[in-house]
Nanobody, 118 residues
């Protein structure tokens, strides 16, 4: 399963961005899709995710970020509003999926940079 993120960029505090993660390959079904982020000098941390139609968010982004899924296109979007400088990081998409052989695989995207200036 290949994951490609897009939508990152440089914005000012208070602005919005929409990230997308498109999954492709021999996918039978996607079980989970998540967003993580990693800021310089910090560990990668969970941001938001969706599994079985239920969305989950880190406390730091609740009320500001929201996930939506386009199941027909195997694409997940992350709408980020009211961005803060501390949201600056490389954002990674991760997915757990069953492929056509019946095997469960976990994949990561290459990441997309989000920079929020104050």
């Amino acid at each position: 399963v290949q994951l490609v993120e897009s939508g990152g960029g440089l914005v000012q505090a208070g602005d919005s961005l929409r990230l997308s993660c498109a999954a492709s390959g021999s996918i039978f079904s996607i079980t989970t899709m998540d967003w993580y982020r990693q800021a310089p000098g910090r560990q990668r941390e969970f941001v938001a995710g969706t599994a079985s139609g239920t969305n989950h968010y880190a406390d730091s982004v609740k009320g500001r970020f929201s996930i939506s899924m386009d199941n027909a296109k195997n694409t997940m979007h992350l709408q980020m509003n009211s961005l803060k400088p501390e949201d600056t990081a490389v954002y990674y998409c991760s997915a757990g999926a069953v492929i056509i052989t019946g095997e469960f695989v976990t994949s990561w995207g290459q990441g997309t940079q989000v920079t929020v200036s104050s």
